[in-house]
């Protein structure tokens, strides 16, 4: 029995290490299930990381939805190389992040600690890593589905045998622990041992006494399985043998007495309190005596308990921020203007109920006043207020308090004034007694008053008295005093159960006194009484900070017993505790393991979603934005839930939704995730008074959706705001102005108009409205080339504004003015009213109406380099950015950044700045996570460099490329793969490293051909081969890419265009490498090609390509048939000065092919006459003098006609004295050396 003890007490040690620790003692480790494990199985090497695969499933069938898979996969593959924000999301759920395998839809974690895991798996098993996996790879939209549709998720499946063996593993480097086995033994299990020491039957005896020198832990129990299972029960159980009392609070009962169970009856504990039938006694009952017990559906929390889910501050701030977010300033700020027909009976209904009650507000008085100053007064009778008690020094006087103070705390039932006294926090000092400067007067007060109580022979009143001394001598840490005062409180109620609460008050101070002076024999006697008393009596005090070790000795001893119900009880009074005591972090294990618990048993009720929000809350408090939306996510699709419960929902997921995104994004006012509890609240039960919530919530999901640009379904919400609004005319005005502004948004100009009309025929709008609808009706003209009217608008806008001092709505006007008088060709004056505009901005704050102001400079800047004031633009371009980037605006910056790099691309041309101004917007890129502009703006960027043209720029530009290169493979764009592969190789080519060229051509062409795609695979040929054909060494390598890949694929598609660019460039590659005899054959398919398609001008090319290669070729009368031919198709006559040059080169090289290649002088004369008067022409002078050369020695050798001889010589001569030309050679030897 002593070594039974011994290890008793070993498995109840060291809870307070950590309260996380204390429950990871109480549950959860994977049981040991073989009846006969060895240690092997927990000591084995486990895999070092866990797999979690994604998959996209249909909520409903649980079918996979392979289009959503794969966008999934490709948000893995975008954050596959960049994981922060994965890395912080496991972080929260405390889980280290490995690597992320998209080809698999894999995420690999680890954990380096029990408690790591301890964590992961309580989230997993509340259901939270598929949604904190939705939240994190799924974007705005996803939440704004149609609720029609089947909802889908992800769903994580993790490798539960891994995840088992690593438990385990680390489990065991905690050290030594307990396992429970399927044959009801306890068993320590070390790193080599399994050592047997004791049945689970054995713990109810002496475990009291054991447990006192302990801090009441369970060294890390497995205890998934129990062969038989306590009971917990309520209503009423039979004795089925004789029992005698051994003190006064202990019942005595013959066999077939009928009991009621008074709160719980929960076997695995010592006692429970009970009430006989037949005598009325109210006493403790062994639960270890044989009963037959009535079992019934336990609902192990009574109603009041239920209060503790219900969050003590008022709703109403969350309705606040409702009516907050769902305000629109559409009737007090003016709008921009920016660059399904809804027109049907709904419309038209709403404006004639709007005349009809126009016209009903004007006949009928207003009487709100009077009415609301009429109404009878409801009497109110505040409930009565709790006694008071003045301590007077005079003995008189004390005497008649004294009185008045017994008779209050001498009643024996509980009331609830006394609630005061028992609470941990000592209200009473404070509330029930006054008339004392230091509590040392109380004390003395109190202990008079205790005599008197003797005296007047009040046990009750003595016992409260003797509580309240005791609970004061606790505070100032006089143990002994405290004990003497409540075993005397013990002995006044000589076993008397009247006052539940008091007693329950009691037997917990009194035990926890015991346990700090560890009073082993006393305490054995009380503590399993007052466990009892605290697990069994529903909505008891708290009166004393330390009971939450009796509660986990409770604890310990449900989860030994395998009793889930009980299990929950004690979880949930422990979690409260902690509450209650502002502990929250102590209270959280408690509370998740009492989620858990409910889950298991079943009870997904309004009790679990009530639960859930709890857990929500403290997550909340611990900033685990992830986890708050996920448990909120859980819980709303539990049950329908209250209003109230949706309220608080859409309170969490507004103050968490926006933390997700950190600076990468500009954080929206609603967060797209709180559009379903939107709909959710909308489907609750409404009271009268909660009705007017209605038209708050359709209004906040307007605005949601047309923040989206959904203004589709932003219209439809709308519309049912005015449905379900009983609001004043003027709140009305304000929808109707809404409404018609998502109608322009919407592009539905007439149905806008027609409701703008009608507000504007309203008497009821005040200036500041009726301002703002003549703007909205201005930009809704102007949409509808409406001109006139449109100004006429503006102008009464602009009046109402100056009217209203409203400067802001000035300038907003102002620049509407602006942009109708570009769009009626009036830049003159729509210069002055963007001027006037912006000077009235520049006086306003810039936080207010940053992004009105940089769309008015952005629009002004526009204008002017779109004029010829192109630095004065830039300037304008400048202070937008600059506006922007003081608010911290990312969306304006971007579309400032955007027309500077424009600027110097296109307009003023400046490499450097365009690169500067580049790198910013990559940077805003980043922080708004767009992966598409990121690698559009890198590719930019590496052109940039490229074009510079320096060893330097193009590594930079390498650089770059291989940056898009991997936002391209993980946006899974092939096309632009391909090609920022074939850019690298091209750049590998300009730096000269040979050796990775062709590997980099290689990949690209592969990417290419993935796709399937033949034009593109075509195109990339082309591209591979040009990068040869335009550097300066391995020019014959382009002919394979032109000839063997490019080539093919044109003819197959039948793309005569490039087909025919193909022929050409393969001429000119040929004829460069001197490989005449096949170039032939390319400049005849051209020539044929081109005469096909009646392109004159690469007709007129190829027939020159022929002449020259057939002139290569010594086939000088084809080059001559050929050079005629394409100087046939030349206009006639000469229209530019390329053309005049072109005839005199050519007649020049028919000259010299006649004159030496087919030595005919006659001819050939011809032919330079032709040529020198297209010089002249020109008024080349060197081509001049070479004719003229040529002309002098066929007239002077061959056609011997010395008078033009003559000429031609004194020609050529003055030429050659102009050019410095020295000797003019006329000997026909040289031209005729190999005749």
């Known amino acids: 029995m002593h070594s039974i003890h011994r290890n008793l007490s070993m498995f109840s040690m060291s809870i307070e290490l950590s309260n996380l620790r204390s429950y990871q003692s109480a549950w959860f480790l994977t049981l040991l299930s073989s009846p006969s494990p060895t240690v092997s199985a927990v000591n084995g090497y486990p895999s070092p990381d866990i797999s979690l695969q994604l998959m996209m499933v249909r909520r409903k069938s649980g079918c996979p939805d392979p289009r959503l898979q794969r966008q999934l996969r490709g948000q893995l593959r975008l954050l596959e190389n960049d994981s922060r924000e994965v890395m912080a999301v496991f972080s929260e759920l405390s889980a280290r992040l490995l690597s992320i395998h998209s080809d698999q839809d894999l995420i690999m974690v680890t954990f380096k600690t029990f408690e790591e895991i301890w964590k992961f798996l309580t989230y997993h098993s509340l259901g939270f890593i598929d949604h904190c996996m939705e939240n994190l790879f799924l974007d705005q939209s996803f939440w704004l589905c149609s609720q029609e549709e089947e909802e889908t998720g992800i769903k994580v499946s993790i490798n539960e045998q891994s995840l088992n063996l690593m438990y385990r593993s680390l489990l065991v480097q905690e050290g030594a622990f307990f396992a429970l086995y399927p044959d009801n033994l306890i068993r320590k299990i070390t790193d080599n041992e399994i050592n047997t020491y004791f049945e689970t039957g054995s713990f109810t005896e002496d475990i009291a006494v054991i447990t006192l020198l302990s801090v009441f832990a369970l060294n890390y129990f497995i205890c998934k399985y129990y062969l038989s299972p306590y009971h917990t029960a309520k209503g009423f159980c039979l004795a089925v043998i004789n029992y005698e009392g051994i003190v006064l609070e202990e019942m005595s009962f013959q066999e077939g007495d009928k009991i009621e169970i008074l709160g719980y009856y929960i076997e695995c504990m010592e006692w429970f309190l009970g009430r006989h039938v037949f005598t009325g006694q109210i006493g403790f009952v062994k639960t270890t005596s044989p009963f037959f017990v009535r079992t019934q559906d336990l609902d192990f929390l009574e109603e009041e308990e239920l209060s503790f889910f219900n969050k003590e501050e008022d709703l109403e701030e969350v309705i606040h921020l409702l009516k907050q977010t769902s305000i629109t300033d559409v009737c007090s700020v003016y709008r921009i203007g920016e660059s399904y027909s809804f027109l049907n009976g709904k419309i038209e209904e709403f404006l004639k109920n709007f005349k009809n009650l126009e016209a009903t507000w004007a006949e009928e008085p207003a009487t709100e006043g009077n009415n609301s100053a009429s109404s009878p007064n409801k009497d109110i009778f505040p409930p009565p207020e709790a006694p008071c008690f003045h301590i007077h020094e005079d003995d008189a006087q004390a005497s008649d308090i004294f009185e008045s103070l017994l008779l209050f705390l001498n009643r024996k039932e509980y009331e609830r004034n006394f609630k005061h006294l028992y ?3 000592y209200p009473f000092i404070n509330s029930m007694f006054y008339g004392f400067s230091e509590e040392e007067g109380l004390v003395s007060f109190l202990r008079l008053a205790r005599e008197a109580a003797k005296k007047a022979g009040m046990p009750w009143a003595l016992a409260r008295l003797c509580f309240l001394l005791g609970r004061l001598s606790v505070k100032k840490l006089k143990f002994s005093q405290a004990r003497v005062y409540f075993e005397e409180a013990l002995r006044a109620i000589a076993g008397g159960f009247g006052d539940l ?19 082993k024999e006393k305490c054995a006697h009380v503590f ?20 939450s070790d009796i509660l986990k000795y409770a604890l310990k001893r449900t989860i030994l017993s395998q009793n889930k119900h009980a299990e929950a009880r004690a979880c949930f009074l422990l979690a409260k505790h902690y509450s209650a005591h502002k502990q929250h972090e102590e209270a959280l294990p408690f509370l998740e393991r009492f989620q858990v618990l409910l889950n298991d ?3 997904q009720n309004n009790l679990s979603n009530n639960c859930y929000i709890k857990l929500a809350e403290s997550y909340n408090e611990k900033c685990l934005p992830h986890i708050v939306l996920s448990c909120i996510k859980v819980a709303s699709s539990q049950s329908s839930g209250t209003l109230m419960d949706s309220l608080k929902m859409i309170d969490l997921v507004i103050k968490n939704a926006s933390k997700l995104y950190g600076q990468r994004k500009y954080r929206p006012i609603l967060p797209s995730q709180v559009a379903p509890y939107f709909i959710q609240a909308l489907s609750s039960v409404f009271t009268t008074e909660q009705q007017g919530l209605c038209s708050t919530i359709y209004l906040s999901l307007a605005k949601l959706y047309s923040h989206h640009k959904l203004y589709g379904n932003a219209i439809v919400y709308m519309m049912k705001a005015l449905d379900s609004v009983s609001a004043k005319p003027e709140e009305i005005i304000n929808y109707l102005v809404s409404l018609a502004w998502l109608y322009i948004l919407y592009r539905q100009y007439d149905v806008a108009l027609a409701i703008l009309n009608a507000v504007v025929d309203c008497s009821w709008s005040n200036p500041q409205q009726l301002g703002s609808t ?9 949409r509808t080339n409406n001109t006139k009217e449109a100004a006429e608008s503006y102008y009464k806008a602009l009046h109402l504004s100056e009217e209203t001092d409203m400067i802001h709505n000035q300038a907003i006007v102002l620049a509407n003015f602006g942009t109708l008088c570009l769009q009626a060709a009036a830049s003159k004056l729509a210069e002055h009213y963007y001027i006037r505009a912006v000077k009235l901005f520049s006086k306003l704050p810039s936080m207010d109406y940053s992004q009105e102001f940089i769309q008015v400079l952005l629009q002004l800047g526009c204008y002017y380099v779109g004029g010829t004031r192109r630095e004065k633009g830039r300037f304008y371009y400048e202070w937008a950015f600059l506006v922007a980037m003081e608010t911290s605006h990312l969306e304006s910056q971007l579309q400032a950044i955007k027309l500077l790099c424009q600027f110097y691309s296109t307009v003023v041309p400046n490499e450097a700045q365009c690169v500067i101004y580049n790198e910013y917007q990559l940077s805003l890129a980043r922080k708004m996570s767009n992966k598409v502009l990121e690698g559009q703006i890198l590719e930019t960027i590496s052109q940039l460099y490229l074009s510079l043209g320096t060893e330097r720029a193009y590594r930079s530009a390498l650089e770059y490329t291989k940056r898009s290169l991997g936002i391209f493979i993980d946006l899974q764009k092939k096309e632009k793969e391909a090609y920022a592969w074939l850019r690298a190789g091209k750049i590998y080519y300009v730096l000269r490293q040979n050796e990775l060229v062709d590997l980099y051509i290689q990949v690209a062409q592969d990417a290419a051909l993935y796709t399937g795609d033949t034009n593109l695979g075509m195109e990339l040929f082309e591209a591979a081969g040009d990068i040869f054909f335009n550097g300066t060494w391995d020019k014959e390598k382009a002919v394979t890419f032109y000839k063997d890949r490019a080539l093919p694929l044109a003819v197959q598609t039948g793309n005569k265009t490039t087909e025919l660019r193909l022929y050409n460039k393969l001429v000119e590659l040929l004829v460069n490498l001197k490989s005449y005899e096949e170039s032939l054959e390319y400049a005849k398919a051209s020539l044929v090609l081109s005469v096909n398609l009646g392109n004159q001008l690469n007709e007129r090319i190829a027939y020159h390509r022929l002449a020259d290669i057939h002139h290569h070729l010594g086939h000088c009368e084809l080059a001559e048939h050929f050079y005629l031919k394409a100087l046939s198709l030349c206009s006639s006559p000469l229209e530019f000065e390329e053309e005049t040059l072109y005839y005199m080169k050519v007649y020049l090289v028919l000259g010299d092919i006649i004159f030496y290649e087919l030595k005919d002088p006659f001819d050939a004369a011809g032919y330079y006459h032709l040529a020198l008067a297209a010089a002249m022409d020109l008024g080349n002078k060197k081509a001049q003098l070479k004719i003229y050369t040529r002309l002098a020695i ?14 031609f010589y004194q020609k050529a001569r003055t030429f050659a004295t102009e050019l410095n030309v020295r000797r003019i050679n006329l000997a026909p030897d040289r031209c005729y050396k190999n005749s």
């Open 1194 to 1207: 066929i007239y002077h050798n061959f056609l011997v006609d010395r008078e033009k001889s003559l000429f």
């Open 528 to 547: 399993d009484k007052a466990t009892a008393l605290l697990i069994g009596i529903p909505n008891y005090i708290c009166s004393t900070d330390l009971e």
């Open 601 to 603: 048993l079943g009870l």
């Open 774 to 782: 003549y703007n909205i009706l201005a930009i809704a003209l102007k």
């Open 501 to 519: 609460y008091f007693v329950t008050a009691l037997y917990t101070n009194l035990t926890v006194i015991y346990l700090t002076q560890k009073n």
């Open 423 to 425: 609470d941990f926090s």
